[in-house]
């Protein structure tokens, strides 16, 4: 829920410390009655978006102690005003005033992060409808020799393989079961001929998106899955004479 990639939330985070080191030196600056108005303004307007940056940019569980020690310090901050400014005197009003800016901010960033969590939902799932594939019965999925670009896991039907034109029947998969990894983990070509038994729906899984998944080609993972990969295909090949 509410994944914000991280270097996303990284950028907010930064941008929330720099808006609460600038509201402390406007704070700190402010001395005529005019620049106290204006103060007030930049403070107002600058908690909500510090409220708005932490929802955005931290995990949940430090939702609530960031906003708690944001509005201390935001109370301990009048209390320094009233000290260093002699034209100002420390305010609760104001401090209250921010720290409604403060959970206004926040509501807005919950917001948001749930827009985002249903977008991306909505996306991810049209995304898979995408890579849906459906085929009749007796249709070729793929043949022997065909470029390993994907792989799929059937949904529901289910899927002849074969080797030599169709002329060695290796078996028959079912629903839930994967179809065409080894030439995928392995980059070779499709080692049998995939035909559906029966009306037949396969989700497509590109050999890019696999990869990137587990973290590139050279990541460990792949190691072992190329390894698997190799071993069965060999056994494959020495049961087939």
Request: aromatic fraction near 6%; charged fraction near 25%; glycine fraction near 10%.
């Amino acid at each position: 829920m509410f994944d914000i990639p991280p270097r996303i939330r990284l950028v907010l985070a930064v941008a929330a410390v720099g808006g609460f080191l600038f509201i402390v030196m406007g704070s700190l600056a402010a001395g005529n009655s005019q620049q106290i108005h204006l103060d007030k303004l930049v403070h107002g307007t600058g908690y909500a978006m510090l409220g708005l940056l932490v929802i955005l940019a931290l995990p949940p569980v430090w939702y609530l102690p960031s906003l708690l020690a944001i509005g201390l310090m935001g109370a301990g901050l009048e209390f320094v005003q009233g000290m260093v400014l002699e034209e100002r005197e420390a305010d609760m009003m104001d401090a209250l005033a921010n720290a409604k800016g403060l959970a206004l901010g926040a509501c807005l960033g919950f917001l948001i992060r749930l827009a985002w969590n249903y977008i991306q939902k909505d996306l991810a799932a049209a995304a898979d409808r995408k890579r849906m594939r459906s085929f009749k019965k007796d249709e070729v999925i793929f043949n022997e020799g065909d470029k390993s670009d994907c792989l799929y896991v059937i949904k529901s039907g289910s899927v002849r393989v074969s080797m030599n034109s169709g002329e060695k029947e290796i078996g028959v998969l079912h629903a839930s079961e994967v179809l065409g990894e080894m030439g995928v983990v392995e980059k070779l070509p499709r080692s049998a001929t995939a035909i559906a038994a029966e009306n037949t729906t396969l989700y497509r899984m590109e050999a890019e998106r696999i990869e990137k998944g587990e973290g590139g080609r050279e990541h460990p993972t792949m190691d072992v899955a190329r390894a698997l990969a190799r071993r069965l295909r060999e056994a494959n090949q020495k049961l087939n004479g």
